[in-house]
C-alpha cells in the first residue's frame, strides 16, 4: 500500500519569504502521479501542483514549484514570494499511474504572517 | 462555470437519525468520490463510483451507502449517524484522462 508522509504539521512565513513543505511517500510503483492540493480555510481544495513520476524535470506553476527526488522518494513544494492569501492547509498526495485511488498525507498548515 | 456542488454545506442531525448527503457535477466525469474529513486529519476515501460500478473501500463501515443515479449526480446515506461521524464531508470528481480530482466545497456535518 502507498503511504504519504508529511512530516511538518504546521509551519509559518513572512510574507514575501519563501518556504518548503516536505512531503515523503512510499511506494513499489514506478509510475505515478503526485500532487500538492491546498485547503485554505473553510474553503474547497484545489490543486496547486502536480508531477508526472516518468517526467525528470520539476514541475512549476508560477510562485509555486515541486523538487522531486525519485530515489529518495520525495517531493516538497516550494512556495517563493508568500503572500496572505497562501495561508491554507497543503495535503501532498499519491496516484498511482491509470488509477483514480488517490492517497494523502496528514497535511501541514501554513501560515503567512504579514 | 463547471463545478462541484455539494449540498447542503453545513447539515446537523440527531444520533441514528438518517441522513443524506447530495453532490452534483456540471464536468461531465466519469469518476466521482466520497471522502471524510476529520478536523485537521487527511480525506480518507470513502468510496467511488466509475460511471455505475461502484467501489467500496475495505474500511468503510456499512454504515455509509451511496447512490449515483445518474452521471450528474451522487449521494451519500449515513443510516444511523454516531457521533464519530461527525465530519466533513467531500465530493470529487475526475476522468482516467486527467489524473487530477476536482473537489466540492464540503458539507460539514454535525451530529447531536
Known amino acids: 500500500a502507498q503511504t504519504v508522509t508529511q512530516s511538518q504539521p504546521e509551519m509559518s512565513v513572512q510574507e514575501a519569504e519563501t518556504v518548503t513543505l516536505s512531503c515523503t511517500y512510499d511506494t513499489s510503483e514506478s509510475n505515478y502521479y503526485l500532487f500538492w492540493y491546498k485547503q485554505p480555510p473553510s474553503r474547497q481544495m484545489i490543486l496547486v501542483i502536480r508531477?508526472?513520476?516518468?517526467?525528470?524535470q520539476n514541475a512549476t506553476e508560477n510562485r509555486f514549484s515541486v523538487n522531486f527526488q525519485k530515489a529518495a522518494k520525495s517531493f516538497s513544494l516550494k512556495i517563493s514570494d508568500s503572500q496572505l492569501g497562501d495561508t491554507a492547509m497543503y495535503f501532498c498526495a499519491f496516484m498511482k499511474y491509470n488509477n483514480n485511488d488517490m492517497r494523502f498525507g496528514a497535511g501541514t498548515r501554513l501560515t503567512v504572517k504579514p | 462555470d463547471a463545478m462541484v456542488i455539494q449540498n447542503p454545506r453545513y447539515q446537523v442531525t440527531q444520533f441514528g437519525k438518517p441522513v443524506t448527503l447530495s453532490c452534483s457535477q456540471t464536468?461531465?466525469?466519469?469518476?466521482m468520490y466520497w471522502y471524510q474529513q476529520k478536523s485537521s486529519q487527511a480525506p480518507k476515501l470513502l468510496f467511488h463510483y466509475y460511471d455505475k460500478d461502484f467501489n467500496n473501500e475495505a474500511d468503510t463501515p456499512d454504515n455509509f451507502q451511496s447512490r449515483r443515479p445518474n452521471t450528474s449526480f451522487c449521494f451519500l446515506d449515513i443510516r444511523s449517524p454516531g457521533l464519530g461521524d461527525a465530519a466533513m464531508y467531500l465530493c470529487?470528481?475526475?476522468?482516467?484522462?486527467?489524473?487530477?480530482?476536482?473537489f466540492g466545497p464540503g458539507t460539514r456535518l454535525t451530529v447531536l
Open positions: 464536468l461531465n466525469h466519469n469518476v
Open positions: 470529487a470528481t475526475s476522468t482516467l484522462t486527467v489524473n487530477e480530482q476536482f
Open positions: 508531477q508526472e513520476a516518468y517526467k525528470q
